[in-house]
Structures are given as structure tokens and as C-alpha cells.
């Protein structure tokens, strides 16, 4: 097995200054709303069409109360494991949240840093946590009980 590398010397490359890695040098095009609207066979009026024939599918398919009975057992402060993975840590957040989608969410900030985020998602805020220890996951992914902070260091007995 051979491996060729290949170093792009010309100055005046494309590769020069990050132009085929950096999408933010890439001059975008624009098209104002009013004359997208005005075009025919695009996305937004496929859409409109389907929805005229029929109007259910507009209709959110998950309810606002999806999995409140499960949120019900689950309280702000509750230590907990989330399934899949046996991460552990401690709820911050129980509700609906704006910026998801429709149902109950719990907000776990995990003990250790395997999170997505900091309890903030999509701009807004539902709780504080350290950087990478925050999670929203569904109440069903979430058990709440006696589950302490793992050692990592500590060694399993066989």
C-alpha cells in the first residue's frame, strides 16, 4: 500500500488561505422572501400544496403532554442515571421546552464532562452547568434514585 501526501505550494491556489475548508470565505447567494415567494416548484410551496390537500399534516405529531406522566416522578435536585450508557448525575430541569420538540424534557448535568452542552440549547437557557456536562433528554431515558457519583479511578472487584 502506497500513500502519496501532497503539499499545494502556488500562492494563488484555491487551497491558499483555507478556501476549500472554511465556508465562511464562500460568498453566499441571497434571495429576498418576497421574490422566493414568488417562484414556482420551490420546497415552501410543494409544502402548501400537500397541506391544502391535507391538513392534518401540519398538525404536530408529538402532543404538548407527550411522557408527563413519566416527568411527574422525576424532581429538580433527584440524582439519576440515563439510559443508554449508565452516565449519572443530577436533574436540573423538568418540563416542556420551547425550543424542542413538543412533550416533557429533563435537563441532566452529568458528574462528569459527556454532555452537549452547558443547559443552554438553542439560545435559550433551561439550567447552569459547567461546559460539556449538560443534557435534554426525554423522561424515559432518565431513572432517578439512590445513584452516588462514580469514582473513576476506583477499581472493580472481580
Known amino acids: 500500500m ?3 501526501h501532497i503539499v499545494d505550494m502556488d500562492p494563488s491556489s484555491m487551497t491558499a488561505g483555507g478556501w476549500l475548508e472554511d465556508t465562511s470565505l464562500v460568498e ?3 434571495i429576498s422572501e418576497e421574490s422566493y415567494g ?3 416548484g420551490t420546497f415552501r410551496k410543494f409544502k402548501e400544496r400537500l397541506i391544502s390537500q391535507d391538513p392534518s399534516i401540519a398538525q404536530p405529531k408529538i402532543s404538548e403532554d407527550y411522557m408527563q406522566d413519566l416527568a411527574a416522578n422525576i424532581k429538580v435536585g433527584d440524582r439519576c442515571e440515563v439510559d443508554p450508557g ?3 448525575g443530577v436533574v436540573m430541569f423538568v418540563g416542556r421546552a ?9 435537563g441532566v448535568q452529568y458528574d462528569e464532562p459527556v454532555g452537549k452542552h452547558d443547559g443552554m440549547v438553542k439560545g435559550k ?13 426525554r423522561p424515559d431515558k432518565v431513572k432517578v434514585g439512590d445513584y452516588p457519583e462514580q ?8
Do not use: N
Not at 98 to 106: A, R, Y
Not at 125 to 137: D, H, K, N, V
Not at 151 to 158: A, G, L, Q, R
Open 2 to 4: 502506497y500513500r502519496i
Open 28 to 30: 453566499k447567494y441571497h
Open 38 to 40: 414568488k417562484l414556482d
Open 86 to 88: 449508565g452516565k449519572r
Open 98 to 106: 420551547e425550543t424542542l420538540p413538543p412533550g416533557f424534557w429533563v
Open 125 to 137: 437557557r433551561y439550567f447552569s452547568c459547567p461546559p460539556l456536562q449538560g443534557a435534554m433528554l
Open 151 to 158: 469514582d473513576p479511578f476506583e477499581e472493580e472487584e472481580i
